[in-house]
């Protein structure tokens, strides 16, 4: 059987996998990123909306080509069809760009081309490879070929449907509760607010929301996610979204140019997410936002902090977790607060019905908020339905 | 476990879902194994109802 040797092999070429391999290969690693796919970033499976404030932080140059459409506001929207606006000068870093995953994906794969990573598509991880009870490597097939990647470490970067964490003893699992299941369309010809990111709370997306983010003035991505414990009937994310557009008078004539499915984890930290020469980042590390189910900024803050962990590793030649406790202390001290808080939210959120989201949606454009955050727009809820929040006040 | 991989969207939604880690995803199919302990959960994760449970209503 063939055999490749790497310093490190990333598996999951999406933003995770790919910000990790260039954080590691730019400082001297030896990294194989594979990507089961025939295309990096394609099929896109995401509503694409990003803030902006983080890119600089993880080193992402920005470029036109990724950027579909610059967003001016957010709008929430209430059961009833109470509405809240809040536009750029007080969404702070919540909005941003509706961007394409197509060449945003692409993008960071370049990037990490450059810094030195080798990518290998049409290349599936089907299991780990063993020495002495310690992880070595990944099992692979490769354009119908199977091989074996050996490798000092072995980043899990595979998504959602993450496995590597799973056969590497890292307990990644979700409880119902914690997971969304999603349909969106990307939508032509229709009428809507082209400037704006709708969100749609309430009965429309049990334990979630509809969202519209504008690709162009005629095209948005249009989904929804469902909390899996609300599913009634086989299929209901589907119907769910078909129902909404069929009632919506700007959609109801439009027609999708693409479909998607998924899931998201909206859970709270994970107890641990890397062992001795296994690490994982992004979505199977399930770094999530709990509240907008939002992952593309976590998976580069995180990957750019593994690959920085993988570089020490390198220098020191000790790819175990006395080195590797260094991401699990980054992206903690970065992300941690935000997902645990976020998460406590959600829990609550998911248990309002239509008219307490109606209520809450008023008091909030009643008062306004200055800047656009999850944790704004809890301050308030705090201090007009403290009833509401009084399980996690402290985090707020 | 019986899959309409016509309505499939090969997502990876029940894959990431499922506890026992028994269904396994390529490009062109999905396969489940003798893990799987029939809890049912994949079966209503999957967005487009593409999966059905041998023997259950
Ligand atoms: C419907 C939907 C809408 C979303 N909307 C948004 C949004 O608007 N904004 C936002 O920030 N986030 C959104 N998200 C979440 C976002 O898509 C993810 O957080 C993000 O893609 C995570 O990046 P990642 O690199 O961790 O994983 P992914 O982007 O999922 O990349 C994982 C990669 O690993 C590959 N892979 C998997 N298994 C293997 C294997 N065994 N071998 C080799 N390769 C493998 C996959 O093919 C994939 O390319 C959405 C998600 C869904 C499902
Ligand atoms: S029924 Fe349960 S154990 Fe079986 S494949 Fe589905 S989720 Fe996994
Ligand atoms: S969740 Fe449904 S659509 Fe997605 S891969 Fe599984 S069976 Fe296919």
């Known amino acids: ?396 | 476990m019986i899959v309409h991989i016509e309505k499939c969207h090969k997502c990876g939604a029940c894959v990431g879902s499922c506890p026992q880690n028994a269904i396994y995803l390529n490009d062109v199919m999905l396969e489940f194994n003798e893990n799987c302990n029939r809890c049912g959960r994949c079966v209503k994760i999957c967005p487009v109802g593409a999966l059905e449970m041998e023997g259950k209503e």
């Not at chain 1, 993008?107 to 290998?120: N, Y």
């Not at chain 1, 590597?164 to 969106?184: E, F, H, V």
């Not at chain 1, 119907?239 to 700007?250: C, N, V, W």
């Open chain 1, 1 to 396: 059987m063939r055999q490749i040797k790497c310093d490190v092999v990333v598996v999951g070429a999406g933003p995770a996998g790919s910000m990790t391999a260039k954080w590691a290969a730019k400082n001297g690693v030896d990294v194989v990123l594979i990507e089961k796919r025939q295309e990096i970033g394609a099929p896109v499976r995401c509503g694409e909306g990003i803030s902006k404030a983080w890119l600089d932080e993880v080193g992402i140059e920005v470029d036109p080509k990724w950027i579909a459409r610059d967003i001016k506001g957010a709008k929430f929207v209430s059961p009833t069809g109470f509405t809240y606006f809040v536009d750029e000068k007080n969404a702070g870093n919540e909005v941003g760009w509706v961007v394409d995953r197509v060449f945003f994906d692409k993008a960071l794969a370049k990037d990490a081309a450059k810094a030195g990573a080798k990518i290998m598509l049409k290349t599936a991880a089907t299991g780990l490879i063993w020495k002495d009870g310690k992880v070595a490597g990944v099992k692979a097939v490769s354009h119908g070929e199977e091989i074996e990647i050996l490798a000092d470490a072995v980043v899990g970067a595979d998504g959602y449907e993450s496995q590597i964490g799973r056969w590497a003893g890292i307990d990644t699992s979700l409880k119902p509760n914690d997971i969304l299941t999603c349909y969106q369309y990307r939508l032509t010809n229709i009428k809507y607010d082209c400037d704006y990111c709708e969100f749609v709370l309430g009965s429309a997306a049990p334990g979630g929301y509809v969202w519209v983010f504008p690709k162009t003035e005629d095209t948005a991505n249009v989904g929804l996610g469902i909390l899996t414990p609300l599913i009634k009937n086989l299929g209901d994310p589907k119907m769910y979204l078909d129902k909404f557009i069929a009632e919506t008078p700007g959609l109801k004539d439009g027609q999708p140019l693409e479909c998607v499915a998924g899931a998201v984890s909206v859970c709270a930290p994970l107890d641990s997410v890397c062992i001795d020469h296994v690490i994982l980042v992004g979505d199977a590390a399930r770094q999530i936002d709990p509240i907008t189910g939002g992952g593309i900024s976590n998976s580069c803050i995180a990957g750019m902090f593994a690959g920085k962990a993988l570089a020490k590793a390198k220098e020191t030649g000790d790819y175990t977790m006395n080195t590797f406790q260094e991401y699990e202390d980054n992206w903690r001290d970065r992300l941690e607060n935000k997902l645990w808080r976020n998460w406590m939210a959600k829990e609550k959120l998911v248990t309002l019905d239509d008219a307490t989201l109606d209520s809450l949606v008023k008091t909030i454009s009643e008062v306004g908020v200055e800047k656009l955050s999850v944790r704004n727009l809890l301050a308030i809820v705090k201090e007009k339905h403290p009833d509401l929040v009084k399980e996690f006040e402290d985090l707020i």
